[in-house]
C-alpha cells in the first residue's frame, strides 16, 4: 500500500459501495436522521457502475407477476403462493418510497428510471400449461395480482407476443398470463438519481477510493483503512456505524471485520451475459417482459427472459441473462476473488456446497461454454424466427450467492436471495446475495435500519409511515389501502397510462 496520510476523521455513517443498496439507505437516513453526517466510499469512478447498472442487471421491478420460481406447486398438486405475496409486499414498498421521493421533488422524472410494461409468463407442454393455469386461479383471487389474464388461445397470444408467436410451428399447447401493471427499472439511472440527491444534502461521496480493512477500535468505533486509487495514499476513517454495501465486494469486507455473524458463510458467485436486439425492427415488435420456466436442474437466476428495456430513453430488447461458472464477486473483481474468500471457519460449509452442487457448477460452467449458435437456440425457443445477425452478446453483471449453514438444506446450502448480516451490537450490517436484490432494497434497508438503530425506530416511526403508508401493514390483508396506495403510486410515478408527471411518450423513444 501507499504511504498512510496521518488525517483520521470521525462521521456517524459510513456507506461502502455506491450501488442502489447504499443509495437506498442514505437517502432513508437523510430523512430520518437529517443531522447525521454520512460518508460513501465507492472504488468506481461513478455510481452505480456495478450490478446495479443498467447493463449488469434484467431491470426487473420483482414484483411476483411473472417470475415463475415464486409459486413452486406443493406435492399435493397445489400452488404456494406465499413467496410470491412477500416479493410483491416488498415491491409495493420500493414504490411508495420512490413516489415519495418524486412528490418531494427529491427524485425528478420518474420515466427515466421507472416505467410501466406488462409482465408475462409463458409456458409450453400440458403440464406446464395446468401449472400455469394453476398459478393464475391462485393468484388472481389475491388484491395483489389483480388484472393478471391468463389465455391458452394461439389468436389472443398473437396479440400479446406477436412476436414470440411468429412462425411457431409445434403443436404442444402454450398458455401464458399477461399483467399490465408490471415495470420496468432503470436501477443504474435511479441510483445515480438517489447520488445525486444525496450530494446535494452534502453527503461526502468520495469516488476512487477502495476500502482495504475494517476493524474494531476501543473506543467502540469502526475503523476503515480506505485508498484513494487517484493519490495512492491511505486514508484512515472512523464511524459509529458501517454499511457494507459492497455487492460482490461485500462478503470479502465483512470478514475483515472479524464479527461472529461473519463466520460460516461463504460466496458462490454466478456470471452474466445477455443477448442485445440490433434490429429496430424487431425491437418494435415486442412489448413485455416474458419469463418462462427453468430447465429441470438449472438454477432459478438461469432463465433467460425476453425483455423490453428502456434504456438512455432508448426501447431496447434484451434476451438473458445465461448464467455461467467465474471466480469474480464483481464485475471489475479478480480471478482470485473465490480463493480469497475461503477461510479455516468456513471450509466445511464450502466442501459441503461443492459437494452438494457438483452438478449445478458443471451446469454453470457448460453454460459458460456455449456458442453464440447455441445460445440462438434458446432464443429461438422464444423467438423462432431470430436471425443471428440481429443479435449482440454483452457481458451481465457478476452475482455472489450466500452459501451457509441452514436448518432446512443442511450445511453448505446456497441461498438464491438478499440477506442482511449484522452484528449483535447494530454497529455494522452488510447486505450480501443477488436476486430479487434491487426491486426490494428500500424492504431490505428498512430491515437494516430495524435491526442497526432500535433504539430510533419509536421515534423514527411517524416519518417511515409518511414515506411508506402501508409499513407495518400487509397490504395483501388490506386490500382498500392497497388499491389506493397502488393508484397513487401509480399517478406519481407515470405508471397509470394517464399523462406521466413529464413524461415522455412512448411515441417519442427511439428505438434501438
Ligand atoms: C445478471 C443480473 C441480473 C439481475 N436482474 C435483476 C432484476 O431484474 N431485478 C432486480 O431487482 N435485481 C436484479 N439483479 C440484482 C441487483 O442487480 C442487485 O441486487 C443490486 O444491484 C445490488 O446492489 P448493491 O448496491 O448491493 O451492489 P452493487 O450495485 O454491485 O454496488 C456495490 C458497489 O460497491 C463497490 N465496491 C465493492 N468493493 C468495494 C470496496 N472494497 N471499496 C469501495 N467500494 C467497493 C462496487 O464498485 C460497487 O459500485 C440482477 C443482478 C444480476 C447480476
Not at 460452467?365 to 424466427?385: H, V, Y
Not at 451457509?404 to 440477506?419: L, M, P, R
Not at 447494530?426 to 434497508?445: F, K, N, Q
Amino acid at each position: 500500500m501507499g504511504k498512510m496520510s496521518n488525517s483520521q476523521t470521525k462521521t456517524d455513517v459510513i456507506l461502502i459501495g455506491a450501488g442502489i443498496m447504499s443509495a437506498t439507505l442514505g437517502t432513508l437516513l437523510k430523512e430520518l436522521a437529517p443531522e447525521w453526517e454520512i460518508k460513501v466510499f465507492e472504488k468506481l469512478g461513478k455510481p452505480g457502475e456495478e450490478s446495479s447498472n443498467e447493463w449488469n442487471n434484467a431491470g426487473t421491478g420483482h414484483a411476483a407477476l411473472c417470475e415463475l420460481n415464486y409459486t413452486p406447486e406443493k406435492p399435493d398438486g397445489s400452488i404456494d403462493i406465499n413467496k410470491a405475496i412477500k416479493i410483491n409486499e416488498q415491491f409495493q414498498i420500493s414504490r411508495q418510497f420512490w413516489s415519495y421521493l418524486v412528490k418531494n421533488n427529491l427524485l425528478q422524472n420518474p420515466q427515466e428510471f421507472i416505467r410501466p410494461l406488462p409482465h408475462i409468463s409463458l409456458v409450453q407442454g400440458e403440464n406446464n400449461v395446468r401449472f400455469l393455469k394453476k398459478r393464475f386461479e391462485a393468484l388472481s383471487n389475491n388484491p395483489l395480482f389483480q388484472g393478471m389474464e391468463f389465455s391458452d388461445d394461439p389468436e389472443k397470444l398473437k396479440e400479446w407476443i406477436p412476436l414470440i408467436m411468429e412462425g411457431r410451428t409445434s403443436n404442444e399447447p402454450i398458455a401464458a398470463t399477461k399483467i399490465d401493471s408490471g415495470t420496468d427499472v432503470n436501477f443504474g439511472a435511479l441510483t445515480r438519481m438517489l447520488f445525486d440527491h444525496l450530494k446535494r444534502k452534502d453527503v461526502e461521496i468520495n469516488y476512487n477510493h477502495s476500502v482495504k480493512d475494517i476493524k474494531r477500535t476501543s473506543d467502540g468505533l469502526w475503523e476503515l483503512k480506505v485508498k484513494d486509487l487517484n493519490s495512492g495514499s491511505v486514508e484512515i476513517h472512523k464511524a459509529k456505524f458501517v454499511f457494507i454495501g459492497a455487492g460482490g465486494g461485500s462478503l470479502h469486507l465483512l470478514q475483515k471485520s472479524g464479527i461472529p455473524e461473519s463466520k460460516h458463510i461463504g460466496g458462490f458467485p454466478v456470471s452474466g451475459l445477455f443477448m442485445v436486439c440490433n434490429n429496430p425492427k424487431v425491437v418494435e415488435q415486442h412489448h413485455a417482459k416474458v419469463y418462462s420456466k427453468a430447465k429441470i436442474g438449472a438454477p432459478p437466476m438461469s432463465v433467460p427472459h425476453l425483455d423490453t428495456r428502456y434504456i438512455d430513453n432508448k426501447k431496447m430488447l434484451l434476451f438473458g441473462p445465461f448464467a455461467g461458472f467465474s471466480p469474480k464477486f464483481l464485475k471489475t473483481g479478480s480471478n482470485m476473488d473465490l480463493f480469497a474468500s475461503v477461510k479455516l471457519h468456513n471450509l466445511v460449509t464450502l466442501l459441503a456446497s461443492a459437494f452438494k452442487n457438483f452438478s449445478l457448477v458443471k451446469y454453470l460452467l457448460q453454460q459458460l461454454m456455449l456458442t453464440k449458435e447455441k445460445r440462438m437456440k434458446e432464443l429461438r425457443e422464444f423467438i423462432p424466427t431470430a436471425k443471428s445477425e440481429d443479435w449482440d452478446i454483452v457481458v451481465a453483471g457478476q452475482r455472489v450467492q450466500i452459501i451457509k449453514d441452514t436448518e432446512a438444506g443442511g450445511k453448505g446450502t446456497i441461498q438464491f436471495g438478499t440477506e442482511v448480516v449484522s452484528a449483535a451490537d447494530g454497529s455494522i450490517a452488510a447486505l450480501l446475495g443477488a436476486s430479487p436484490g434491487a426491486s426490494t432494497a428500500v424492504h431490505v434497508m428498512l430491515e437494516v435500519i430495524k435491526k442497526c438503530f432500535s433504539q430510533h425506530m419509536h421515534e423514527w416511526e411517524p416519518k417511515i409511515k409518511e414515506m411508506i403508508p402501508s409499513y407495518g401493514v400487509s397490504l395483501a390483508e388490506n386490500p382498500d389501502l392497497f388499491q389506493e396506495l397502488h393508484t397513487s403510486t401509480a399517478e406519481t410515478l407515470g405508471l397509470s397510462g394517464k399523462e406521466s408527471v413529464s413524461g415522455v411518450s412512448e411515441k417519442e423513444l427511439v428505438y434501438s
